[in-house]
């Protein structure tokens, strides 16, 4: 579809600028919007690194400004902070491992923004992410994006058919080599800039400092769940995932030497259960909050693969919609499932895999 009113989230980075352009030769009328999401950017005369600094927002103008098409900046910090920062914390202090990128899809990209965009007379909100989106008999189908490393469906098989109707990813079909490549010959100056890695509003990386400078000192036991004998101490739960192996800070090694992980946090005690590797492993998965992207929920048990978090972690399955929530039997055993997760269910497809639906990750077995 040609001439739609096209809202491009504009985050100063290689692949939105290229999106934004990409939306412009389809000859959609494009407007440039650079989401302001942090109460502290950093800052050009520091040079610090930090969420959404001064420097992406300049980024996001000369790129806007190149394709000659008008460009805002919108603060969008506070509820960025309550939605997605906040609920990160929490997530963590009740024992679960979040996804940030997920919840910023559901409820900044395509819920405050999509909403503003909508109420302002745009017809769809584009954005750089890497997956195929396609319109069948009015029904949205979201599939695996065409560079398996890049692969974003992950983080966006949570929305909405009504979300996804309005979305335009115009990188799906694209690697991002070519991308890179495409930026340059576009003269987008962002051509060279370095991807952004992990989460945006932890600049160091340091997940655990930054939980532990939020949460503080909630301190409680490991425990051998084998045999109950308390390994040591720890300063939270939130310091913890499920699958873990490193850092756990044991001082007692197991009498068989082999190596420990995390099999399950309990946040009232305070206590992490530590095991070895083949108690690690999950055959079932229970899901809540299951949303079908295409608005079509599973009949019956269904054939499928399923992902159970960003990177890696996929096992063929079957799935099967049960009293508003999903039961996932694995026909392979993974490891390292973690409640708070996404469990997405993926179509197998030459095609670019087809997302059938995802969850909550609320239980395993
Ligand atoms: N601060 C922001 N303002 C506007 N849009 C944003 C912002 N942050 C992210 N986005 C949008 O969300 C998409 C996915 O975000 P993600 O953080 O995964 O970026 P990315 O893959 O590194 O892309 P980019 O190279 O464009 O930064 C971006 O391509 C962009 O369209």
């Known amino acids: 579809m040609t001439g739609m009113r096209v809202l491009a989230a504009m985050s100063g980075g290689v692949d939105s600028s290229v999106a934004a352009a990409r939306a412009v030769e389809a000859g959609h009328d494009v407007v440039g919007v650079h989401l302001a999401l942090s109460a502290k950017p950093g800052t050009l005369r520091t040079g610090a690194r930090g969420c959404c600094t001064v420097e992406d927002a300049r980024d996001a103008r000369r790129a806007a400004d190149l394709l000659g098409i008008p460009f805002y900046v919108w603060d969008f910090a506070e509820r960025f902070t309550e939605d997605v920062v906040e609920d990160f914390v929490a997530e ?4 679960r491992t979040p996804n940030p990128c997920l919840r910023c899809n559901e409820k900044i990209k395509f819920a405050a923004l999509l909403d503003k965009a909508l109420a302002l007379g745009f017809d769809a909100v584009c954005t750089g992410h890497y997956a195929r989106l396609s319109l069948v008999d009015g029904r949205p189908e979201l599939r695996r994006s065409a560079d398996e490393a ?14 996804l109707t309005h979305a335009l ?27 952004s890695h992990d989460i945006c509003f932890i600049p160091d990386g340091d997940t655990r400092g930054f939980l532990a400078g939020r949460l503080g000192e909630r301190s409680g036991e490991l425990i051998d769940d084998a045999t109950g004998q308390v390994l040591g101490r720890h300063s939270g739960v939130h310091g913890f995932t499920v699958g873990q192996r490193h850092g756990l800070g044991i001082s007692t090694p197991a009498p068989d030497g082999r190596p420990r992980y995390v099999l399950a946090l309990e946040p009232v005690s305070g206590t992490v259960r530590v095991g070895s590797a083949d108690r690690l492993r999950v055959t079932e998965i229970t899901g809540e909050r299951p949303v079908w992207p295409s608005g079509v929920p599973l009949a019956g048990p269904v054939e499928c693969v399923v992902q159970v978090r960003a990177h890696g972690g996929t096992a063929p399955a079957v799935a099967e ?5 999903l039961t996932v039997r694995l026909r392979k055993p993974l490891r390292g ?22 969850a909550t990750i609320s239980a395993t077995a």
Do not use: C, I
């Open 92 to 95: 963590y202090a009740a024992g």
């Open 321 to 325: 919609a049960v009293d508003g929530g």
């Open 169 to 195: 990813f115009p990188l799906g079909d694209s690697v991002k080599t070519a991308v890179r490549a495409e930026a340059a010959r576009r003269g987008l100056a962002v051509a060279d800039k370095p991807d």
């Open 337 to 358: 499932v973690a409640p708070g997760q996404a469990v997405v269910l993926y179509r197998p497809d030459p095609a670019g895999d087809l997302v059938l639906g995802s």
């Open 150 to 163: 890049k692969d974003q469906s992950y983080v966006l098989a949570s929305l909405t058919p009504e979300q």
